[in-house]
């Protein structure tokens, strides 16, 4: 299969898969107490009368298959529809929080990775001694700590210790400062702006060691494991019986072996990271999707709600789909 | 050698991060402004539409009530016990002997934001707008039928019933005039998220989930009033995060939310001050008198509840005492007061139980009570009433459930009891009689409260313009409410509002009528 086709194929299955994920959160959403009528009036405002008219106008007095129909045809159509609480379409409020979430998981990412995979290989390296140990402990602990308190942790020892670090929001509203895409930091870096830059870097410190650190946690462990597994491998002892060094062996063999599952289980904790995002985001007040989405479960926000899951599930997909194709980089095996 | 790249693009990149890092701390900062920035620390969130006339969330009643003047105000630093002023009203309103006509002056000499003049027509227009847009607060206006232009600078509402509550709903920002001319330029989309009025504050920037910032306008027609700072309204997703960084000092002011159990860190914080404010918002305890089978149908059993409920206690042990009791049943501070539930007081377990033996059980009842899992005070409170309960034979089973799942099953009155929270919406004692007094009010229809007695009263209460009368009719309505005992208030809830030293201006508020062009910061000292 030619890697054009496999890609089109991929694609093609992401529809039925949001599909079905679609029809379940509508499932649950409608089967739950409260709509958001009642959720955003609360417990006392709102005449029958007004009620009665809301949900009208947001179509929640037609039967539930009718509303199912229509807003699967309006999915297909590009339109997740309106958000009754935010009062403006899914569509408009899922591009504005979108670069927000993009940048944080995309930089959560770029520390995870590399500080997860290499801690893992160092500890591999090292297997049995006290430098592993102390990598394996610390993953250990980090990956059992939940992302929201060692946020809040995090916060609070910045505040202690007084450390000139921003512990919330995405920027300092400096004047002027540049809104361009949403990713501050490439807005400063397309305005030309250092000290913006800067300020946008600084406000990703903590929210970035708290998601990356959490994936990091984990791959380090899956890094550690693969990477001991193949040293244990024949074709290692073969490599090095024929002279190889201990640095080639171990780059040319072992490494590329290892990797492969290790890819695969990044693409998997795509989705870990956008689930800690929603968390990391409402601890340092960062303007993202996750964010969002709690705002929407709060007050039954049904299209809100459903708009994020289809905006998770394809941003899933999507890593999943480019780790899918970096298989045929690492492993010269795989062809499509 | 790929190594070395590698190293060597590491180093690169880490130069560049440590320049503009450097580049942040040590460039020389900028002179201090004239004009300041304050930034005001918030976890109401702000949607994109800011438009009066639609938006009804909380945050955005409070950024409305500095961007836009509404007909009357509640004067800052004074609570509703005084009068309601005039603010784009020039006089109070000539109501009609019907009482189906408000004649209003307006003032002269007003500009909207965008320098197009205040008059009689903005207002019709303002109000007339109110049934073609999707509007969650065009409810607080329900009673006006139409709206004259008598002339330039005066207006006629005319209602479809007598409401002397209507003068506390012009008091809301849906009630504030917006710019006929901005609406039509700038259309409605565009407007919504950049609304225009006559007030102290213009919008500037709306960055979503993270600020809003707003400018002074100069050309305010009440000078005294024309603010002193730029604010910006920082949107927090918790609260726990606003305190650290309130104590940090990365915004100048704590407005609300903060939790109460943070109170006492931050009391004792040097660099910190505080005022009260109001919020006319009390927590109660609501007994369902409609459950088929529940001894709360029997008021004997409901006035047992009441007599074992030690509101003092409550605020004492969960509230650190910061939270008084309340007493009255309309839960609306200041506008006629009468705290009619002190009829239960002191605390009195032999009562209590006496009571219980009457309604026919010796050996005490059972019953449940629901709350919301995120609720104020929860889950401390409820455990405290189920221990203040059990004193007097009341077994209580607890139930907790998650705030949207709370507030759906609450409407439906599927609740035996449950703890929960009452607020007005608009400043007049109708906001909450008609809710929860009436027997055609949604609170009142959820516990199957049915009293012609009561039901006769809101409808003279909200007939009648004369203070004397309506005084009396409200005292009544509590005193009928206090005997039925179905709404048992606990405390009263205020809300601290922490701001840093070099901030001045901070004036104690009721509500939602924030004052914030009082404002004013000072560069503190290096």
């Given at each position: 299969m030619r890697l054009r086709t496999y890609i089109l194929m991929r694609l093609l299955l992401t529809i039925p898969m949001v599909l079905i994920l679609v029809t379940v959160v509508f499932i649950i959403m409608r089967v739950m107490p409260g709509d958001p009528v009642v959720a955003l009036l609360g417990s006392k405002a709102g005449s029958e009368e007004q009620i009665a008219l809301l949900r009208h106008q947001l179509g929640l007095d037609k039967p539930v298959y009718i509303q199912y129909l229509e807003y699967m045809g309006n999915l297909l159509r590009g339109d997740l529809g309106y958000s009754l609480v935010r009062q403006d379409s899914v569509v408009t409020e899922l591009a504005t929080y979108l670069p927000a979430t993009l940048e944080l998981t995309f930089c959560s990412a770029l520390l995870a990775i590399p500080l997860g995979v290499y801690s893992g290989i160092f500890a591999a390296r090292h297997a049995g001694g006290k430098l592993d140990a102390s990598i394996r402990i610390g993953a250990l602990v980090r990956w059992c700590i939940p992302v929201f308190w060692f946020g809040l942790a995090l916060q609070i020892l910045v505040v202690q210790t007084g450390a000139a670090l921003p512990i919330s929001g995405q920027s300092s509203q400096m004047e002027g400062a540049a809104h361009v895409t949403g990713m501050y930091v490439i807005d400063a870096i397309l305005a030309g702006d250092p000290r913006a830059l800067a300020d946008a870097l600084l406000h990703l410190v903590l929210p970035v060691i708290t998601l990356g650190t959490t994936m990091a946690a984990s791959l380090s462990k899956i890094a550690r494991t693969n990477v001991v597994d193949v040293l244990g491998e024949e074709y290692i002892k073969v490599a090095s019986l024929k002279g190889c060094s201990e640095d080639q062996v171990f780059q040319k063999h072992a490494l590329p072996n290892a990797l492969i599952p290790i890819l695969t289980y990044t693409g998997l904790q795509v989705a870990v990271l956008l689930q800690g995002a929603v968390l990391t985001e409402s601890v340092f007040s960062w303007p993202g999707v996750g964010r969002l989405l709690l705002f929407a479960v709060g007050y039954r926000d049904f299209n809100l709600i459903q708009g994020c899951v289809v905006l998770f599930a394809l941003l899933v997909s999507a890593a999943n789909l480019i780790v899918d194709i970096s298989y045929s980089i690492v492993d010269p095996r795989v062809r499509f | 050698m790929k190594k070395t790249y590698t190293i060597l693009a590491a180093v690169v990149i880490l130069v560049i991060l440590a320049i503009s890092v450097g580049f942040y701390y040590s460039a020389p900062k900028p002179s201090p402004r004239v004009v300041q920035t304050l930034v005001l620390g918030t976890t109401l969130d702000v949607t994109p539409n800011l438009d009066p006339g639609q938006n009804y969330l909380t945050g955005v009643l409070n950024l409305n009530n500095i961007v836009f003047d509404p007909l009357y105000e509640v004067p800052p630093g004074m609570f509703p016990k005084a009068y309601l002023a005039p603010r784009l009203a020039a006089g109070d309103p000539v109501v009609s002997a019907d009482g189906l006509h408000w004649t209003i002056p307006l003032r002269q000499g007003v500009k909207f934001q965008d320098g197009t003049a205040f008059n009689a027509t903005a207002v019709k227009y303002s109000f007339d707008r109110l049934s073609t847009v999707k509007s969650y607060g065009a409810w607080l206006l329900a009673s006006v039928n139409s709206v004259d232009v008598?002339?330039?600078y005066t207006v006629r509402l005319n209602l479809k019933f007598p409401n002397a509550a209507l003068k506390g709903s012009l008091t809301m920002p849906v009630a504030g005039p917006v710019s006929p001319s901005a609406v039509q330029r700038m259309g409605l989309d565009a407007f919504q998220k950049t609304p225009i009025g006559t007030g102290p504050y213009k919008y500037v920037e709306w960055v979503p989930g993270d600020h809003v910032t707003m400018a002074p306008y100069t050309g305010y027609w009440n000078q005294s009033r024309v603010p002193k700072v730029i604010l910006v309204y920082k949107i927090f997703a918790d609260s726990a995060t606003m305190k650290l960084a309130i104590q940090k000092g990365e915004i100048d002011s704590a407005w609300d939310n903060i939790r109460y159990s943070d109170y006492p860190s931050l009391l004792s914080d040097p660099n910190l001050k505080h005022v009260v404010v109001a919020e006319g918002y009390y927590q109660l305890l609501t007994l369902n008198m409609g459950i088929p089978g529940s001894p709360l149908r029997d008021v004997r059993v409901r006035q047992a509840v009441a007599y074992s409920i030690d509101q003092d206690e409550i605020s004492r042990k969960v509230y650190q005492g910061i939270y008084s009791a309340a007493n009255d049943s309309l839960f609306i501070e200041g506008q006629y007061p009468k705290p009619s539930l002190l009829m239960y007081k002191p605390t009195n377990v032999a009562k209590a139980k006496q009571l219980l033996t009457d309604a026919g059980y010796p050996n005490g009842v059972d019953v449940t009570i629901w709350f919301a899992g995120g609720a104020i005070g929860a889950p401390d409170v409820e455990a405290l009433i189920q221990e203040q309960l059990a004193r007097s034979g009341i077994r209580a089973k607890l139930q907790s459930q998650e705030t949207g799942t709370w507030y759906a099953r609450f409407r439906a009155g599927e609740f035996e009891s449950a703890v929960g929270t009452m607020s007005a919406d608009y400043l007049d004692a109708d906001s909450t009689a008609s809710f929860i007094?009436?027997?055609?009010g949604s609170y009142a229809k959820r516990v199957r409260l049915n009293d012609t007695m009561i039901d006769q009263l809101v409808i003279q209460g909200v007939a009648t313009t004369d203070p004397a009368q309506r005084t009396k009719i409200y005292g009544d309505i509590q005193d009928r409410l206090a005997a039925l005992c179905v709404y048992v208030p606990l405390i009263h809830v205020l809300d601290l509002w922490f701001y840093r030293n070099n901030i001045s201006g901070v004036q104690g508020y009721y509500f939602?009528?924030?004052?914030?062009?009082?404002l004013d910061k000072s560069v503190p000292a290096s």
């Open positions: - | 008598v002339d330039t007094a009436a027997s055609t939602q009528y924030s004052p914030w062009w009082t």
